[in-house]
Structure formats: structure tokens, C-alpha cells
């Protein structure tokens, strides 16, 4: 199969490349180098080592003796994206070249405009080019269970029959998402589902839950490590706490801490995107997968943390419950369904309680480059204040 | 009261701005000139004559004896967006500087992100001035009927209580928009949710069906029209049959027909928005009104204009069924609720029947500007062939 990846130098889409390589697949890689560049801003950096892209590639090859086609630009631009698509038939786009952070888009109006037009206008550039270049490629798009927010009710797999008024339909969940990000998700899952209906392109959407972890088989294979971000913007919390540990920082919880959210490992979130690909979405098909494993509070997360890294690191960690800069509920119904993955094949094979030791010694090795972004973790944007006419940061 | 009218240029917003002025009220007004543009660039124009911008302006301040301010320039641009803002502390802002034609944005790519982008991009730009600048003003946003779609359940306005898995939440009623137009304004209602819950802002957010109507009680007085859109992209499907059966060209409705939508008289619609003005939302509250009074099918519309059209002009009137350019269900259910507006004291005072005489009589008026657009009025945009290597036009 040939695949093209957006966004194959972040943290996914790198793991997912090595996959397929290392099952015999074509990969064609495309991105703008965008997060490197803007963790960069921020002060911080990727604490496992990656190499500048053509590197990256070029060894990646080697390895695995299947060359990559790169493709540097923006999605975002709809020359490049026709031109790349022209160029490549593929079976298949998987598409990961989004901004992805939260934080990042609650900064203030420039980043929530950044977030919100870059991402709709690389999905929509991207619908365009499949209708007129390639109408029965398939589209695997992640999302993110942060699209549904915290309803008081199950979460379904993307659609659910309801009830009202004594009729009945099928219908999309109402979402209700927590940062410009997430709804800059919300809004491609619905623009997705209208090329669907309109053209009838293939497409899976993949409600994706946080993903944790430093290593696949292929990087522990390869030594071609994934980008690992620990600072307050691009990091996630499991992430952040991870390095606190190490660094000897108190683990910054967020408000009460019992927010619940659905996880996964890098692991297992590769061997999902492997499985949509493999099994595709039938013709004029729109599937929507819900692809976590587990769901934990912030509160467990953390202890978790502490509990690994105090046997790891032989001292004592201290958790810090520090005032939420989002804004989010505090305690809430939490029960998404996530059949779909399993019925498709789908075993997990690790577990966040497990993986946290693997992470925390990950940092330790490379503990001198987490030292150097030690003052990037602590939490500076907050939501209330996210603002036009100054920055926060 | 001082009210900021985002696109004073366009058809609600010129009727809404002489209204208020009528009743004693500050308006400052705020366009691009963009629909004058768009349109001339299909080759048409308004029937109604609609003198330049600044002649209408002072012309009207001069006639209600009140001076509005009007700013040249684009919301999708900040920094336009907080000048107006922090020069002009207004109670209420009235949203309505949107590109408005769902042919427009299925014309091709380039038409879609310009849609998508334009209008999310002024609405992010106006929470966040609303934010830093005024946040006890009240937003009074255009929406549309059309972003519910025609599900096969009741639609209410704006929220649902359902039930699923024997739990009970209130919840957004799920979108499903039928053009990159409808969801731009489903994007937008999504961030404005968003913005009501982070930072409070009071917002009316106005699901409204399809408007027609060329007078209102001071259009009557003033003769100062409205503009008056019949070409295929900016003009409404009422609006295009009564030009066709003053031209003499068989009324095209798309398809079987029997597409129903919300209909709602000019002057009312003007009445329901001060309406909202007088009432506004609380402090931290969004509120959704669906502002329509009846509903029709296609085909009940085309009958109306035909009976109207040829008991004034003295002809026979031909209803040709031609392919629907859109993808839209032909038969489906359609039972929104319209309870809100009525309980704040609204009165309906037009009907649409009675209506298509007057709106008849005026495109005779100005038969010789319909007839100068008359190659402008049947469908080329055609939803199916939307692309974005050659453009349909």
C-alpha cells in the first residue's frame, strides 16, 4: 500500500512511518516543519533526540531500504497540496498536519486565528485535491475525544439514534469542545462529513484520546527516536508530569484533578491507524472511531507518576494542585464508548499504569535536555486571558 | 441605545440601520462593500436601486436627523475590528457581515476557503474585541435555519434535553449544514459557545429562515430600498421566481420540489432583531431563537409566484423542474420549533402569499435592471461539481 503522511516529522506521524515501513509499505511524507518550530517559541524542544528532517528521512530509508518521497511546505496552501497529490497516487492520506495544542491556541487572537484557519484550510484544500485527483483514495483523519467535551450522557462512536418528541433519527453527537483547538477539530469533523456527503469520499475520523509514551517496536528497533515535548504548551499533562518527576519539580495537577480523559499508548495508537488503513473505509463510506484504551483522572494520572518515579529515582515527589488555566469541569460523567477499534481487531497491548516507567527513564537519559527546558513546563497560558491586545507570554 | 452594525451594506443590515434610526436609536455602521463585488463579479446586481455608500449614508442621517458613523473595512482584519471597537462603546453589535450565498461558496475551492475563512475569521475577531474592549455588550448574531439541516426529529431552538442509555443531558442539537456557506455559520455558532462559556459574552444567536421582501414600514417612508438580489448565486429561490415570472421565463425549481424551508417577511425579520436588541441576552447567557414564521415547500413557493404573477401580469406562468444543482434531501420531515421570539412579544405582520404581490409589482418597477441581469438567474453552480482545478463559472 502506499500511504502519504501529513505531518510525518510530529509525534505520530514519525512512529507511523517507521510502522509502515517496516511492513513493506510506501510512504510518502509531507510537512512544514511547523512544530519544531513553534516549540521553539515557547523555549522548549523535543527532550528525545530527533535529527533535522532530511536526516531523519534519509536514515529512515536506509533502515528499513524503502526510500521516502518528502514533500516540505503547508497544507494549508493549496498549490502545494494539488501539486503533491498529483504527483503521488497513493491508497491512502493519512492526515496529522494540524497545530495541536490547546494551550497554543488559548494564547490569544493570533494563535486562535493560526489554529482555527490553518487547520480547516489544510482539511478543506485536502477534500479538494482527493475529489478531483484521487476520488477512491481513503482519507484516515485524527480528531480528537475532545470533540465531545463532558456530556452527562455515554459518549457514542461519532453518531447515536435518539429519541425526541416521539420520532427518531440517527444523528451526529452534539460536540462541545474545551479550547479553540479542539473545536478547530469539531469543525473539520463536520466540513468532513459534508465532503462525504457531497462527493462521497472515503474517510475515517479518529476521535483519538491523549497519547503517552516514547517508543514503538520500531523505535526501539531503530533508535530513530519520535519527538517527546514537555512544556506547558505542547506537552500533555502525562508528559509534564513525567519530567517534573526526573527534574525534581512538584507535579503540577491542574485544579481538583478529577478531570477524566481516555488514553493511550504510542504503541497501540500506531497498531489503530495500522488497523483503519489496513481495513479502510468502504466506498462513499464516513466511519468514525473512538481510539483510547482507558480513562484515568489528572489525580491518578499523577500518582501514578509519583509512584513509578519515586521507585525509579529512590526520593520523594510531591503533587501540587496549582489553579486551572483552562476551563473545564472540575468533576464529571465520564463513559465514551470505544467499540469499533476492537470489533476491527484491535488488542491492547500496554498500559499507562506500566508505560510510566519506560517514560520517566526515557527522560532520564536525556535529562540534561529536559534541565534545559526545566522553565518551559510551568503552566502560563490561561484560558480567562487569552486576549488580542497583549500576549500572555 | 448605540448599535454597531456589521455589514449596514447588505439587505437586513440597511433595513435593520433605518429602522433603528426611526426609533430614535445610535447607529454606526460597519462594511467591505464585499456583496456589491461579488456581485457585479456574476454578472449581476441589485434590482432595487441602491445608491453608493456614502450618498445612502448621509441621505439617511439626514432624513431620520441622526448622524451614523460608518467605517470602511474588512472584520476578517483585527486590527480593523479593535479600532471600531475601541473608538465606538456601543450596547449592542448586530453581526451580519458574512458572505451570505450558499451557491457562492460550492463555485470552487477558492470560493469555499474564502467562505469558511472570512467568516469564522470576523466572528473570532469580534468575540475577542468584545472580550478585551466590551465585554457587557450584547451580540446579536446572524445565523441560519439552515444549519440544522432536515433531520427526521423535531428541531428546537438551539438546545435539546435527550435522553440515551437512561441518561439525561441538555446538549447543542446536532448540525448538519448543506453547503460550506451553512457550515461556516455552524462553525461560528460552535464559537460562539465557546466564547459564552470562557469568557461570559453575552450573545443572541439568531437561526434565521429564508428572508423575502423588498419594503419595510420606513423603505415605505424613506424609499431609501434595500438591495434586491435575483441571480442564482445571491438571490433566494422567492426571490429569482417572481423575476422570472416578470421576465417571462419559466420558474426553475430544483428537483422534485418538495425541499421545505422557514420563511420569514423583511419587515418582520427587522421586528424580531429589535426585538432581541430590546430584550437582550443576560449577562453570561447565550440564547438561540429560530427566527422564521412559516414554513413552504419549493413547490408551494413557485405556485405562489405563478397565482400572483399571473393574476397581475395577465399571462400564463410555466414551473419547470429542472436538475437540483444542490445535494438536499427532496422528502424529508420538517417541524422546527419557533416558540422564543413569540413569548418576547413578537407579532408576525406580513404573509408570505399577500407578499409576492408587492415584491412582483416592484421588480416591474425596475423591469428594465431585471432585465439587464436576466442571463444571471439560472443554476450554474452545481454542488457535485465543485473543484478546485477549473472553476464552474
Redesign the interface.
Known sequence: MKVIILGIDGYIGWALALRLLREGHEVVGVDSLYTRRRVEEVGSGSVTPIPEINRRISEASKFYGSNITFYHGDVND?DFV?NFMEKEVSDAIVHLAEQRSAPYSMIG??Q??ET??QN??GT??LV??M??IAPKAHLLKLGTMGEYGT????I?EGF?E????G???T????????S?YH?SK??DT??L??AN???GLRITDVMQGVVYGTRTREINETGFYTRFDIDEVWGTAMNRFCVQAVLGIPITAYGKGDQRRGFLSLEDSISCLMLGLEKPAGEGEYRVYNQFDEHYSINEIAQFVKDAGESILGRSIEISHVENPR?EKDQH?YNPEHRKLRELGYHPSRSLKEDVHEIISDIQKFRDTAEKYRSSVAPKTY??E????RNQH
Open positions: 493549496p494539488y487572537l493570533r486562535a486565528r482555527l484557519i480547516m484550510g478543506i484544500n479538494y485535491a475529489k478531483d456530556p452527562n450522557i455515554d457514542p447515536f435518539i429519541e425526541y418528541h420520532r427518531r433519527d444523528l451526529p453527537f452534539p460536540k462541545f469542545a474545551g479553540w473545536w469539531v469543525h463536520n466540513n462529513m459534508f456527503r457531497v462527493w476551563v460523567y484560558w480567562k487569552s486576549s488580542g491586545l
